[in-house]
């Protein structure tokens, strides 16, 4: 689809301010936060089992609160999202900062992760309808490389007051990011106010997320499946990698450089990667990305040293940084005029189930078999994805068809 007329051409450094400043300074509390989740479990007094599933309970939330987020900014509209969000992100991290126990910290979590898909959907949604079909994935690319260098940056903002303080402390970042990003997305003008396409529905226009899913269901069984291999890929290397590791006798210091190098690889090249999707096509970005991550999980277990372990991790961080962007892309790509929002919250829930599905696999595979027969079946299954994207992909490409990917409705 395309975005409705506009007043004046779109530029994305015309709306840098208020279409990426609320998600950038949300992925900075989120940094600051993901890392001590477990550590503030176990100060309060969780077994290291416990710690462990308060990691999982924002990841549930998160996936729980895919389709409903779609539907919420839906009705509310994508700027009163986001000031909700942000506050409702701040409040959620305020009680974790405060939190005398267990369970209050395990509520603050949950409250945590539905404000995180309501970020990324509801600036998904307005550059979905706002940004021409020529810049679209850049557009896209742009929004998930802020959320990965605000990801980047917030443990290094939280490290200082955790030294002092310890792990609870880091959530006070949260609190002034998402007290920040509320104000951001409040003070800017509203972005969907110049533009007809991206305004929210209209009541009368509201579609059910049922009609939604069952109108557009090709292309959710189609390239939908594709971005769940794609989920699963990603979330699996960030398991496999850190095990193989200590399989083979790395340091944690050691792993953890590893992940640095692989992390500043994947920031450098989110613009490329839209770049590269608007000028010659999606087929061009998604097939280096599954065969990057396949292959390298295929090689993984053959390596034996921090070098060959660290050139493996580079060359899947090369793949999952052209990957920024690319599944909102092709989830903006297939979105529809009415019922945007919900759509784009059912494209997310298939790519947190490939995401949440991960560790699930691996560690199925590790406990029948090993690490190392699991970093292969992933690796199998990503590059079968790859195929299947290679399949179907081309027949939603704007690009290559050269007209809108699904008609309006």
């Not at 200082?160 to 880091?170: K, N, S, T």
Request: glycine share 12%; with cysteine; net charge positive.
């Amino acid at each position: 689809m395309k975005g409705g007329p506009v007043s004046e051409p779109f530029s994305l450094r015309g709306v840098a301010v208020p279409a990426f400043g609320p998600t950038a300074l949300w992925s900075v509390g989120l940094g600051a936060t993901q890392p001590v989740v477990a550590l503030s479990a176990r100060d309060l007094g969780a077994t290291v089992a416990v710690a462990a599933l308060f990691v999982g309970i924002g990841t549930v939330s998160e996936l729980v609160s895919a389709v409903p987020s779609g539907v919420f900014v839906d009705r509310v509209g994508e700027r009163r999202a986001l000031v909700l969000a942000g506050l409702a992100d701040a409040a959620a991290a305020l009680l974790a900062l405060c939190a005398p126990s267990l369970w209050v910290l395990g509520l603050a979590v949950a409250l945590s992760g539905p404000t995180g898909a309501v970020f990324l959907l509801a600036r998904q949604s307005y550059l979905t309808a706002a940004a021409p079909e020529a810049v679209r994935a850049r557009a896209m690319s742009t929004l998930g490389g802020v959320a990965r260098v605000g990801l980047f940056v917030g443990p290094l903002l939280a490290a200082p007051a955790v030294h002092r303080f310890g792990a609870q402390a880091a959530f006070a970042v949260a609190v002034v990011a998402g007290v920040l990003a509320a104000g951001v997305a409040a003070a800017s003008p509203d972005l969907t106010a110049h533009d007809g396409g991206a305004r929210p529905d209209r009541s009368a226009d509201r579609v059910p997320v049922r009609e939604v899913v069952r109108r557009h269901r090709g292309v959710l069984l189609t390239v939908g499946l594709g971005v769940l291999a794609l989920g699963l890929a990603r979330s699996s290397r960030v398991v496999v990698v850190p095990l193989w590791a200590e399989s083979i006798g790395l340091t944690a210091a050691q792993t953890s450089l590893v992940f640095g190098a692989a992390g500043l690889v994947e920031v450098l090249l989110f613009y490329p990667a839209g770049s590269l999707m608007d000028r010659r096509g999606r087929v061009w970005v998604a097939l280096p990305v599954t065969v990057l991550l396949g292959l390298g999980l295929l090689v993984l277990p053959l390596t034996a040293s921090l070098a060959a372990v660290g050139s493996v991790a580079v060359v899947m961080a090369v793949g999952n940084g052209l990957g920024s962007g690319i599944v909102m892309t092709l989830g903006a790509d297939a979105a529809p005029v009415h019922g945007r929002a919900p759509f784009l919250g059912v494209w997310r829930l298939l790519s947190l189930v490939g995401h949440n599905g991960a560790a699930v696999l691996v560690g199925a595979v590790a406990a029948l078999a090993s690490i190392g027969a699991a970093s292969v079946v992933v690796g199998a299954l990503t590059l079968a994805g790859g195929g299947w994207l290679l399949c179907w992909l081309p027949r939603y490409d704007p690009r290559r068809r050269g007209r809108d990917v699904l008609p309006a409705d």
